[in-house]
């Protein structure tokens, strides 16, 4: 087996190096690494509701016709396949399978706010699945890394996890249904982060831009779920959470502060402007500078398959970067990654700080879930933050 790597000490590492090369102009990459795909979830009943909802499965699901060659027109990238000629071979992961001792093992919390160690080498570069079978991870774009969880593979944005512990977990974990068959999963995905389960912060998602604040939930916070659709906080003993099945999980973080943000913006969360709002409500409540901000887009539906109808532009007629959102590619298509960014930029973050896993739920519907792929039997991923003040953050590297 291939030696581990400590993840974010290479990403800094690198971007160190180029920059030396190319005059303190340019920062290098990053490697992008691949491991198996998912599991099956339990199926649960089919909400009515709008079309073009992303968790609401259309009466004829659109295939994905040419989806590889739309990534470079809708998003200026080059096409996976190009991408993928010049990948190492592909990488396989070991221990996918749940260990039974795993909610025994004590979750570390510290009782003053500095961050338990964190582990940047958990990526494994070669190893075989449960079932000997060589299975692989798509592989996202920009500095993304798959990373081994007791539970399965978890992605991570590495400029992110410089600044703060988060994951953006997969349908091998089923967390939607009833606390009583999802509760020792919300244990796994807040060990993820490192801190006890009734300490993530969780919402009741009802597709608009309200932003709370988790300091202000009242009880414990697992308790309290208002109407909202993004959270902020900087209570480093706190998990912000957001739930997605094909909207966009947009997580953020102040590099100066250590403020985070946990936002869910699907098409209506969008042209509501979930992001901007939260952004808002970063400087309003901590005094961020948007400049400061590290973004990361989770996977979600990408504009290869989400197809809408003609009235929706209509919806988005007050951004003023709207009209290149949509195009019409065997039928009209939204681009919500695209959509997330410009917002992003308009509200004052930096174009290299925003990261986009450009990761499609419905094209990997094996791996991540996808309300639009697979309609009601399909469960919900969730994509978590944990705000991390400096100081914890000097102690967590100087641990590694």
């Keep these: 087996m291939s030696g581990v790597v400590g993840a974010e000490q290479d990403y800094l590492r690198e971007r160190k190096m180029a920059a030396v090369r190319d005059g303190n102009h340019r920062a290098g990459g990053v490697q992008r690494l691949e491991a198996p795909r998912g599991a099956t979830v339990k199926p649960e009943l089919r909400r009515a509701g ?49 260990r039974e001792d795993t909610l025994q093992e004590t979750v570390a919390e510290s009782s003053k706010g500095a961050l338990d160690t964190v582990d940047f080498r958990r990526i494994e570069t070669q190893a075989d699945d449960v079932h000997n079978q060589r299975m692989n991870l798509p592989k996202p774009s920009g500095p993304f890394a798959w990373m081994q969880e007791p539970w399965g593979p978890a992605l991570r944005c590495l400029p992110l996890l410089a600044h703060a512990r988060h994951v953006f977990t997969t349908r091998s974990l089923d967390l939607k249904g009833p606390a009583e068959t999802t509760a020792a999963n919300w244990r796994l995905v807040a060990a993820s982060v490192g ?63 250590g403020a985070a943000a946990a936002v869910h ?77 410009d917002q992003l930029l308009r509200a004052g973050l930096h174009a290299d700080h925003v990261h986009i896993s450009m990761l499609c739920t419905s094209c990997h519907a094996d791996l991540l879930c996808s309300y639009r792929k697979d309609g009601a039997t399909t469960g919900r991923m969730a994509g978590v933050i944990r705000p991390m003040p400096r100081a914890s953050r000097e102690v967590a590297r100087g641990s590694v």
């Design 195 to 257: 801190v006890s389960a009734d300490r993530l912060a969780r919402l009741r998602q009802v597709h608009g831009a309200r932003v709370v604040e988790a300091e202000t939930m009242e009880g414990t916070v697992s308790d309290d779920r208002p109407e909202a659709d993004a959270l902020v906080s900087r209570d480093p003993t706190v998990g912000l959470v957001v739930a997605a099945a094909d909207c966009v999980p947009l997580l953020l973080v102040d590099a100066r502060t």
């Design 265 to 341: 913006a699907g098409w209506r969360g969008t042209a509501a402007g979930a992001g901007p709002a939260a952004v808002a409500a970063l400087q309003r409540a901590y005094g961020v500078r948007a400049t400061d901000l590290v973004a990361a887009v989770g996977p979600s539906i990408g504009p290869c398959c989400y197809t809408v109808g003609p009235e929706l532009p209509e919806r988005f007629a007050d951004h003023p970067d709207a009209s290149s959102w949509f195009r019409r590619v065997g039928g009209l298509r939204l681009d919500l990654w695209r959509a997330t960014r």
């Design 50 to 98: 709008d079309p073009h909802d992303l968790d609401v499965a259309p009466q004829h699901p659109p295939g994905a016709p040419g989806a590889e060659s739309l990534h470079r027109s809708f998003l200026g990238g080059k096409p996976s396949g190009e991408v993928r000629r010049r990948m190492a071979s592909a990488c396989r992961v070991r221990n996918l399978a749940r």
